[in-house]
């Protein structure tokens, strides 16, 4: 019968109790990381043409792009919350806040960053050798208020995305976005379109702000 001495059994215990720690200590690794990270709201953003979920498709992009510029985000649902609560005025395609807006929302907050901007939709039918194809076009004014020098510090304006798009467009958005760009059908003929073609814009809006060494196309 074999015979385990009490040192090489607590060795065993040991190691045993390590290797199950070991995902445990990762976790909360993953944990303090991203709590460490500054905070932003990708919020508010306003919004002409398009449906709901093009426009929820927009707002995830938002997101997405503060997270890949290294910023944790405030949820949805407390970023609307807080902007009514300070009975801010609400904006609308044309008529973005005003820059005492932006500090007053940010330091209730407490982020570095409000990310925010206008979306519109431009959807139609074309023509093309199999018969008549829908593609849509969006184009997005993109801001980036900083909250601590109370100025914008990042604007682009009148980026476009076309849902066919075959230049590097797609590709820039594709690096940019943690969602994967749309490519099937659904929902209707026209909510694919968007919600690419609002990919592709947002993406190559934000681009040189997440990725400042690499020139937008």
Known sequence: MKNTSKPARLVT???????VSMPIIASATRQNANSSHAMAVAYPWVFKNGNITSKTMA???????????NFATVPRDKAKSVWRSLHLAQ?????????????AYGRALHVAKVIYGS???HTRSIWVVAGPKTIST?????????????????????????SDEKSNG?????????????????????????????QIAMGNAFNSWVNPKVSLR
């Open 138 to 162: 969006a184009t997005v004014n993109a801001y980036v208020f900083d909250v601590r020098s109370n100025s914008v510090s990042y604007q682009r304006h009148g980026i476009t995305g076309r």
């Open 13 to 19: 215990a040991f190691i045993a109790i390590g290797l």
């Open 170 to 198: 797609y590709k820039i958005a594709a690096a940019v976005l943690l969602t994967p760009l749309v490519t099937g059908v659904s929902g209707g003929p026209s909510t694919p379109q968007e919600q690419r073609a609002v």
């Open 91 to 103: 904006p609308s395609y044309g008529h973005l806040p005003t820059r005492s807006s932006l500090r």
């Open 59 to 69: 707002l995830t992009c938002a997101e997405e792009i503060a997270n890949k510029g």
């Open 119 to 121: 979306v519109s939709w």
